[in-house]
């Protein structure tokens, strides 16, 4: 995909339902009794993965006019699947599906793609087999594949090392058919999407801080989800209405829930002409639309506990950082290096390739702002945030841009492109 400068950028966007709470309405759905109804569920191919995992487990799930029904099968009746389950690029599929199935009276086989086969697998082993849980690298190097096999699971207290609402997820997924209660700390507060869907649900599920606890739950029960827009979607018209000029976006039902926030606090930081309009409340998954207008940006350093409620974000506030007068530094952020790709590497890589001043460090990037871009070719990596983030800055950058692999956007953003078009009209 090839692309250039733009004159500005005008007019409404809706960006497409939150990744991770449409993993986790199928999910839970599949495991509830009852049905499920979800509104604005992603049809990404993520989420689909996630789809066609529970139906090869026996649940039956619709997609009918823009609505998925899932038709539960109760919290002990997931059938054995066949075949092997293929959870495609997705983390959360395979992590959080992992804390559902190491508790069944089956045994089964995950598997992914080249890039899900390299993503770090021990985070949830480890805990897991704390639990009792029968879990295999099967080529025993912490990656997926995994074999699986059900046993029974105790409840246990796991401290994690990494702040991850995946590895949070599947510990607690598991611990809905533990013997005794599960409690899992955090080191710094992850999304808390499981928490609040597992309470809707029914189940008994307390957080206090950074530690959560759940019991072990008897069933869940079916509920109707409506998915705000996805803030992590947002963040590009968000970075290309800050930085492309004579540009105002209106960025319709964008969650903000507090554990996915940090981009709004970065940007106001950042000196962003940026306002919520709308605010809205469902089953505690706040939304707002966001206007944003071109603004004179300025550098920020974005560490510690904001960390974990932007990490999808930040390689499109390094962009942005790009644009900004004086320095930004990133640090404590050493996870984007298990993302779908090395982030911290790859935005290095292609934002030099542009003709920014941006370094590599162990946790983070520091950036020079203010050094005009121009295109290049960009390597993606085929990561969706990454080719998303670079057709931003083809827009703002002098000269033409070339996206490898472009297409890889519709792991969570099939109509990416058509909607950012829509806006240089
Ligand atoms: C997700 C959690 C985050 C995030 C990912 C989705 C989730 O990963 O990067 O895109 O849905 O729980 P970690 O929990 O591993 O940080």
Redesign the pocket.
Known sequence: MKLTKVSHLRGEVTVPGD??IS?RSVMFGSIAKGTTEIHNFLEGADCLSTISCFQKMGVEIENKNGIVTVHGNGLRGLKAPDIVLDCGNS??TTRLISGILAPQNFDVTLTGDESIQKRPMRRIIEPLSMMGADIKSINGNDCAPLRICGKPLAGIHYHSKVA????K?SILLAGLYAHGETTVTEPKL??NHTELMLKFFGADVRANGTTVTVRPARELFGNKIHVPGDISSSVYFVAAGLIIPNSEILIKNVGINPTRDGLIRVCKAMGADLTLLNENYDYSEPTADLLVRTSSLKGTVIEGDII?TM??ELPTVALMACFAEGTTIIRDAA?LKV?ESNRIAIMVQNLKAMGADVEETEDGMIIHGGKPLHGAVIDTKKDHRIAMTFAVAAMAAEGETEILDADCVNISYPAFYRDLENLTK
């Open positions: 990744k991770s993993h983390g959360t991850s609402a995946q590895v997820s992850s999304r974990p990490i999808d996870e993302k």
